[in-house]
């Protein structure tokens, strides 16, 4: 049922591994993420919020991080994803990176971050619930700036979770983008896991 709502809320779209997205017959470029492209400067100014109790929000004055910060002078996998505690993201997205982190840090990978349109504090809820907070940096992208800016953001209303983004995954080095792919809906899990991307590396 959820994965059925999740298709009639996403449109009918393939996107290659380039950035392009075909829409029925029309074609345009994903213009602020695609391969080739520094993610610092198409987010530039956005920070995201390091997943945390609320204790720890408060006495760190409610702290973000700078997408810089995350991504300048560092091997990066980041993968995005609708939200925390929904179907495919905790069952399949999650596990599929947690259990082949050891996987990453042969190839150097410095570190690999989930993002969702969640705050902090659900993220690390959730990030304790599946054992994956020792292994991955979970990050909150609070109002939805980050993927808005990358134009990645999802409306799923149609079930119920209102603005949030597509299910996604990319590899970064120096901020620049080395390999992107984006799932057709956000209940299909074909081309962001973990297996996809260690191939790309």
Partial sequence: MATNILRRAASSVITSKTGSLLTGTSRRSYASVAVGIDIVSAAHGVSLQKARSWDEGVSSNFSTTSVKDIFKGKKVVIFGLPGAYTGVCSQQHVPSYSKNID???????????????????????????????????????????????????????????????????????????????????????????????????
Wanted: charged residues 25%.
């Fill in 103 to 201: 996987k990453f840090k042969a190839k150097g990978i410095d570190s690999v971050i989930c993002v969702a349109v969640n705050d902090p504090y659900v993220m690390n809820a959730w990030a304790c619930k599946l054992t994956a907070k020792d292994v991955i940096d979970f990050y909150g992208d609070f109002d939805g700036s980050f993927h808005k800016s990358l134009e990645l953001g999802k409306d799923l209303s149609a079930a119920l979770l209102g603005p949030r983004s597509q299910r996604w995954s990319a590899y970064v080095v120096d901020g620049k983008v080395k390999a992107f792919n984006v799932e057709g809906a956000p209940s299909d899990f074909k081309v962001s896991g973990a297996e996809v991307i260690l191939e790309q590396i």
